[in-house]
C-alpha cells in the first residue's frame, strides 16, 4: 500500500472516530479505504443523477 497525507475537517474525523469507536471500522483508515472504494465504484455504475456525477466534493 501506499500512504497519503490529506487534509479532513475536524467535524468528519470525528464522525470517522465515531464509526471507529462503534466497532463499525478497526481502525481511521480502513474507514476511509473504505469510502474511497465507495466512491470508485459508485463512479464505475454509471450516473447517479441527473447530471451524471455525483457531487463527492461536498464539505
Do not use: C, H
Not at 24 to 43: K, L
Request: charged share 35%; proline share 5%.
Amino acid at each position: 500500500m501506499e500512504r497519503v497525507t490529506l487534509r479532513i475537517p475536524k467535524q468528519q474525523i470525528e464522525e470517522v472516530e465515531q464509526l471507529v469507536d462503534s466497532g463499525e471500522f478497526p481502525n481511521r483508515s480502513e474507514a476511509i479505504r473504505s469510502a474511497v472504494r465507495e466512491m470508485i465504484n459508485e463512479q464505475a455504475d454509471g450516473p447517479t443523477e441527473q447530471s451524471g456525477k455525483r457531487n463527492w466534493a461536498r464539505v
